[in-house]
């Protein structure tokens, strides 16, 4: 496709169960980026793919996320035993190259909501 | 503790006059920063960057200035279009790192 495509668009779930997200990230880009937004908050750095390889996880919240790129292209988000504070918008982001001088494109989201 | 700071969440302009959209850093690491502008149920999109090297750079009616000693930087928009309104994060990285360090934004309406 011509953008970052994440799917589902939004999610509803409840307190304890596991959720996957997508992201499909423009073909070519070799970086992909999750970040995610919480209520009246600024966008937050969870993990950061170069190819398949996660070199830096350091801003999963805790060990119940999880995340894995395959063929290095679609990657997936995993919550486990979610929680009410996981509720937020999860955005991911693709870039041609490794490096934050390269502008990022982002996907429109999936909302998550967890009862 | 937040190191990027914008402290309007919101600000109002009257189409067709300057809007001017504040952002402050702490770390004096970064040196890097980016304008992001995100439209309702849509991703944000890259607006403007500047790299600490340079004091301002322009890109049609879109400026953003940097002052460093003041670890302040603004975007200003002239003329103000009513397809601005839009939230504006504003954003910072040591050059070279991956990982971008998000204000809160500030959400934008421009009055035709």
């Known amino acids: 496709g011509a953008g970052v495509s994440q799917s589902p668009s939004n999610k509803v779930t409840e307190k304890g169960k596991d959720v996957e997200l997508r992201c499909d990230p423009i073909s070519g880009h070799t970086a992909l980026y999750w970040y995610r937004q919480s209520l009246g908050q600024g966008l937050e750095f969870l993990i950061y793919?170069?190819?398949?390889?996660?070199?830096?996880k350091s801003g999963l919240p805790s060990d119940r996320f999880s995340a894995e790129r395959t063929g290095g292209s679609v990657s997936t988000l995993t919550i486990q035993r979610t929680q009410q504070e996981d509720s937020a918008v999860y955005l991911c982001?693709?870039?041609?190259?490794?490096?934050?001088?390269?502008?990022?494109?982002f996907g429109s989201g999936t909302q998550l909501s967890v009862l | 503790d937040q190191q990027v700071k914008q402290n309007s969440p919101s600000l109002s302009v009257q189409e067709g006059r300057i809007s001017i959209l504040n952002c402050d850093y702490t770390?004096?690491?970064?040196?890097?920063f980016l304008w992001y502008k995100k439209y309702p149920a849509e991703g944000p999109t890259f607006l403007i960057s500047i790299s600490s090297i340079k004091d301002k750079n322009e890109d049609g009616r879109f400026t953003v200035f940097l002052n460093k000693s003041a670890k302040h930087l603004s975007l200003h928009i002239v003329p103000s279009q009513p397809g601005d309104s839009a939230v504006y994060f504003c954003?910072?990285?040591?050059?070279?790192?991956?990982?971008?360090?998000f204000g809160k934004g500030t959400k934008l309406s421009v009055i035709p």
């Open positions: 770390n004096s690491m970064f040196d890097y």
């Open positions: 954003a910072a990285s040591v050059d070279g790192s991956y990982q971008l360090t």
């Open positions: 982001a693709s870039s041609t190259y490794r490096g934050s001088n390269e502008k990022l494109f």
């Open positions: 793919f170069q190819g398949n390889s996660a070199p830096d």
